[in-house]
């Protein structure tokens, strides 16, 4: 926050290098004697410059001496009066220059201001500034913007010769990003993502012009306040620190406290000393209630997230020296800790109530004991069960030669932990670990963000590990030689326990071998590798030289596989197997183009809510570098035969493939899209298909193109019949959407022949159910035929269908989702042919329905909420005539039909009917001739229940009514007459 009055100062005496014709000249005038210097004849000008490049005039200034410590830019105005000795003009010390100095965008290494304003007196070599006023942001208007950053203050320095620096500074909201930017120059913070936040502080400055660069010689005093700071989103912190001294390498901080405003209960207190010399001496106390470490962490470190998180309090002092190279001299730190949970670089630590002591020579955390239990008299309690770190002790001891720790001895995560090590810092001593532990189960978040929400992977382990390296040789793999052991006793993912293992690992002196191998997700696994050492390896070159000498997984579940990526139920089900065989020296990091494994992936009983879909398919592909490359595809799927070949990467490369399918059960191809969509696509299925792809991984987009042909097909159980037709199918995976299109349907249905088209799409990423929609065209469809197939009536008549027909809907799930509508003809239909009417004719009486036959009809309805619903069907012969109405439905096949049959002479009636129309005159018709009826017949009936077998009900009232009206028209209008002389 003082570093730029400190870095801008030199630069204002950058307009002595602009020529004098640049500007307004005053007329030569005798120089005024000056006392110190009578040698020196001056040439006082007033100079008047406006908009002049500072990083130029910098440049320049130079050449007389004046070279700027750090490098400047931005575009100044003077108002100067400036002697110049006109004897001495590569003499810096002798001009004179008094004035007033503005710049304008001023940028000095990484701080900027948009205005810098100076009172500026130099003389004999001494520079000095006045009313100094930095803004930081000005607004359109040119005016202060509100809330803007400024400093404001005095400052001099000795510029020739070089001498000292002083500066009076005084800060308010000054932004303290650029500040951070500077700062991570000299390491002290990352430089990714800087620090966001304000400063305001009052400050006074003291050191060497030359060492303004070098924040070491300095000597700082002031208060200091920041407020917001924060790197990311995350919340903001406050920090201030009173009466702070950084004076001959040695930090006094009598005063620190962080707080936010955002986590009201946070706070830090802290004060320290520090001393930097050959050794680093330092005391410092702090207190903290409920900090968050990720946070705090975040302000120096980028992602800190993956190294801690939780919150904190804590509670103590530490004292001590470090020597050279890290030698701890002395030590003596206390500190009480309590958190509800801790992660460290993702494993769980849990609850922590705990005391840490650390000295020059022993370290020990251990759980607090609940009160009273210090008393000799009792016996000391046990730790609380809940925590995971129960205790940790070890010696440990620090010299220039080596850093060794013993006596490890350790109770966390549910088990033990003990051993020894050292780190050797001469080149002729080792490395040395030898650790062993039993039943340690750390729990650890997944990074994966494919893996269900909160994924916990808990590993509960035994091993040892016993490993020696000189310690000039520790990049060297071959000169290593150790032992590694662990037995995975429980692997969980979450709740659930996916498997175990034995690892082993041992470096001998020409290789290094490693072997894992357990069960996994109800199957087993076993990788058997080794890597030939040599003395140029290096330890990141053994991964390209790793050989796989058995690569293999069996019989992995994979509704458990999905199921780690889900916290639904998985609809999937059936067993993976993965063979890899190497074909030449495999390598796990190469990105060549060559082919150096086999790979053979295996599907056996997959299935869909609980519908086998694949008995068994075999996936042949090859490992090219780390890509693997489908070559083929082969099984059963849907209960038909499914062959595929091409080549597809699961990378950035070619993915075609030209697929059959011969035979397959259309209600369950598309079952793994979709839970209904065994109803979209019924019969035997036989296709062929090209496969493209697009995209970087396995795959972004995917069109499936080619030709499909169906027996005894359906659709939302609609009858489709034998049909073909080209295909398009078009998927994108981000987000899932896909359509499907049948352009041109050509089919034979019961006999005749329908045409159409057809097509699906998804109903949206994330949305349930389909699209739909159709067009049909029906040409003499057999009525018998297509009611015996399609809806089990048996009939014995015949009938013929020709008509138009719809079928459409949105977010379907089953056939109450259908719309449409249809208009049909029926022509040459027998009685016997048509639901119940074999039954009804029973109810004619001596008229009987056998031999007729309907030479004209139509049926005119809709589909709507799974119902077909008859909006009109109507059949006439020359002796009876059948009209209906009523519903069928597409789900229960259950009929709800009202039917009234009518018999007589139908083809004269119509004739007269048509003449002179068909007003109800029963009011004058006798009732006594109510006899006449029973040659000339109509009744009502209602046909109900299910359609192979409805029960047809003779509604009585509806039916004399109808007889009585009847009758009524044939009195008045002398039908019975006319009918007797057209068939004479």
Known sequence: MIRPANLLIPLLIAALA??????????????????????????????????????????????????????????????????????????????????????????????????????????????????????????????????????????????????????????????????????????????????????????????QVDQLSQPEHLTIRGDLAATDLRRTPAIGFNLAAKQFRWEQRELHLPELRIESRD???????????????????????????????????????????????????????????????????????????????????????????????????????????????????????????????????????????????????????????????????????????????????????????????NAKLSVQTSGDVRWSAPADKLMQPNVHRGELSIQVQALKIGQETVGQADVQAKVAPESLELSVGGTLLGGTFLIESDAALETTTRWDQIPATLRFNEFRFDRLSLRRLI????????????????????????????????????????????????????????????????????????????????????????????????????????????LPIHPQADQWVGGLVIGRATLTGRGDGLVDSLRISGSVRVEKGTTFGMPVGDATSPMDVTVDFTPLTWRARFPAIRST??????????????????????????????????????????????????????????LRGRNIKDARDLEGQFRVRLGGTDATAVPGLSSAGSLLGATSLVGVRFEQGEAVGRIRKGDLLLESVAMTSDRVQVTASGKVGLLNRRLDIDTVISTGNFQGQNVLLQRLGTETLTEIVPIGAVNRILSDRTIVIQMVGPARDPVIRLMTGETLRANASRFARQQALGLIIADSLLID
Request: charged residues 20%; aromatic residues 6%.
């Open 18 to 207: 602009a020529s004098p014709a640049t500007g307004q000249q005053n007329p030569p005038a005798p120089a005024q004697p000056v006392p110190a210097q009578p040698t020196y004849r001056y040439w006082t000008t007033h100079w008047s410059l406006k908009d002049i490049a500072v990083g130029d005039l910098a440049n320049k200034l130079r050449a007389i001496g004046l070279g700027l410590p750090i490098k400047v830019d931005g575009l100044a105005t003077v108002e100067f009066d400036v002697s110049v000795p006109l004897n001495a003009l590569r003499t810096g010390k002798a001009y004179r220059i008094e004035g007033a100095l503005t710049i304008r965008d001023l940028v000095a290494d990484q701080i900027r201001f948009d205005l810098f304003q100076a009172e500026v007196t130099y003389a004999d070599g001494r520079l000095d500034l006045d009313a100094l006023r930095c803004i930081e942001q000005l607004d359109e208007s040119g005016q202060v913007a509100p809330g803007g950053g400024r400093l404001t203050g005095t400052a001099s320095a000795e510029l020739l010769p070089r001498g000292k620096f002083n500066a009076e500074v005084n800060t308010a909201n000054l932004r303290i990003g650029p500040i951070g930017k500077l700062l991570s120059r000299f390491g002290f913070v990352d430089a990714r993502g800087v620090v966001q936040g304000a400063v305001t502080a009052t400050v006074s400055v003291d050191g």
């Open 563 to 670: 199921g780690l990526t889900t916290t639904n139920r998985s609809r999937y089900d059936g067993r993976l197997g993965l063979v890899v065989t190497p074909t030449t020296a495999m390598s796990i990091t190469s990105e060549t183009a060559e082919t150096n494994a086999a790979l053979a992936i295996r599907l056996d009983g997959v299935t869909a809510d609980g519908v086998l879909v694949a008995r068994t398919l075999r996936i042949d592909a090859d490992l090219v570098g780390l890509t693997p490359v489908i070559q083929s595809v082969r099984g059963t799927y849907a209960g038909g035969q499914l062959d595929a070949e091409g080549r597809w990467t699961l990378g950035e490369g070619e993915k075609l493939l030209t697929a059959r399918l011969n035979r397959a059960d259309g209600r369950r191809i598309l």
């Open 749 to 806: 249905l019961a006999g005749g022949r329908v045409t159409g088209n057809l097509a699906f799409r998804s109903a949206g990423a994330n949305v349930d159910g389909v699209h739909l929609d159709s067009n049909w065209r029906v040409n003499h469809v057999d009525f018998e035929s297509l009611l015996d197939t399609y809806v089990g009536t048996s009939t014995i008549g015949r009938g013929d269908l020709t008509g138009d027909f719809r």
């Open 263 to 453: 986590r009201p209960d946070f706070f830090i207190n802290a004060d320290a000393n520090v001393r930097f010399a050959d050794s680093t001496a330092f005391n410092a106390n702090l207190s903290a209630n409920d900090a968050p470490l990720d946070q705090l962490l975040g302000l120096i470190l980028a992602d800190a997230e993956s190294i801690v998180q939780g919150k904190l309090d804590a509670k103590g002092s530490v004292n001590g020296e470090i020597g050279p190279q890290t030698t701890v001299k002395t030590l003596d730190a206390n500190l009480t800790v309590a958190s509800p949970s801790v992660a460290l670089g993702g494993v769980q630590l849990g609850l922590l109530e705990h005391d840490i002591r650390l000295t020059e020579n022993h370290v020990s955390i251990a759980a607090r004991r609940p009160a009273g239990s210090a008393n000799n008299s009792a016996p000391q309690s046990a730790p609380p069960p809940e925590l995971i770190v129960q205790s940790l002790d070890a010696d440990f001891e620090t010299t220039d030669q080596i850093a060794r720790f013993s006596n490890l001895n350790g109770q966390l995560f549910g088990g033990t932990v003990t051993g020894e090590g050292q780190f050797a810092r001469d080149a002729a001593l080792t490395h040395q670990l030898d650790v062993r532990w039993q039943n340690i189960n750390p729990e650890f978040t997944l990074p994966f963000g494919a893996l269900a929400q």
